[in-house]
């Protein structure tokens, strides 16, 4: 993982995409079509690897009912 990172999406005649990165190193902004990819693959590879909604919210109550 490289952190957290958000992709900042603008109108096409304003901006191409950019992702942010927020790491201990400090803070990162690419904005090559390369950077762009990897970004994007990363977090379509968290998306698959996540949790749904429901299932992500019976998980937090479970564990916030064993901490209770």
Known sequence: ???S???LEFPDNVH???AYIDSQ????YLE???DMRRITLTFAH???AALSRAKSRDLIAA???ELA
């Open 46 to 48: 968290l998306q698959t």
């Open 32 to 34: 090559r079509e390369e």
């Open 63 to 65: 564990i916030a009912r």
């Open 5 to 7: 990172f958000s992709i």
């Open 25 to 28: 190193a400090g803070d990162v």
């Open 1 to 3: 993982m490289i952190g």
């Open 16 to 18: 191409s995409p950019v």
